[in-house]
């Protein structure tokens, strides 16, 4: 397979680049000499690139660097930090459980998987890090919508884990828990998935859901987390 790339992405990224210090907004004249690229081309580009929330212009039409800039630095700042803390929790999980583990965070209207960690053994769902699918049904999404979003999906507390069977794949389910940080801010769903047939048997046994409760509420406490809020919610 070729590197090719995509002209018009890296024409739009390099628009982007055209930003400085100094040059924080600059007119769709100051843009092509920048770039060397054609008005109209630059015209096209940024349209795209302000729909999208990655410019903005003003009302006398020059442009600035947009607020979904903002959201990813501060993601990618969070995850560089995050995945020291994160991901050797979720490793001894799923080596404890024998099932997927992950680290699920709201990304435009949509759930991102940013951290994942699978059993070293068995049948198993993989799924990459960086995979972004809709905020559905399942029990991921739920705790997600309803603490990251306070969507009113619950008349009280629910108790955790979530857990829901063949909500996306008949073949699949998932527990999952909501994690939180300094300030008892809500961050992620720590999440455990795999195979419905095992993952139904160990909701009624209770042994996985006792590991998992004890997964999160050790990493909210890494995180920030109050003694308190994990004692509500995790039991300890």
């Known amino acids: 397979m070729g590197n090719d790339g995509v002209a018009a992405v890296e024409k739009a990224l390099a628009l982007l680049d055209c930003f400085k210090p100094g ?49 990813l630095g501060k993601l990618y700042e969070q995850s560089f930090h ?4 994160v991901e050797p929790v979720l490793h001894a999980l799923a080596a ?21 960690a699978e059993p070293s053994e068995g049948l198993r769902e993989t799924r990459l890090p960086g995979t972004s699918l809709p ?25 955790l884990p979530l857990f829901t069977s063949g909500a996306r794949d008949q073949h699949t389910a998932a527990f999952a828990t909501p994690i939180f940080g300094s300030g008892d801010k809500f961050m992620a769903a720590l999440t455990l998935s795999g195979a419905a047939s095992r993952l139904e048997a160990a909701r009624t046994s209770g042994e996985v859901v006792t590991k ?25």
Not at 103 to 114: F, I, M, S
Request: neutral net charge.
């Open 135 to 159: 905020l559905d049904d399942t029990a991921i999404s739920h705790v997600l919508r309803y603490w990251g979003l306070g969507e009113a999906l619950y008349d009280g507390t629910p108790e």
């Open 212 to 236: 998992q409760l004890q997964a999160a509420s050790e990493l909210s406490r890494k995180l920030g987390a109050s003694a308190a809020l994990c004692e509500r919610f995790y039991g300890g």
């Open 82 to 85: 995050l995945s020291s803390v």
């Open 23 to 71: 040059a924080e907004a600059l007119s769709l004249a100051a843009l092509a000499q920048a770039s060397g690229m054609h008005k109209t081309t630059v015209y096209r580009l940024m349209n795209s690139l302000e729909r999208m929330s990655y410019v903005t212009r003003s009302e006398s039409g020059a442009y600035s660097l947009g607020p979904r800039l903002l959201y």
């Open 96 to 116: 404890a459980t024998r099932e997927s583990a992950s680290y699920y965070v709201v990304d435009h209207g949509r759930r991102l998987c940013l951290f994942r």
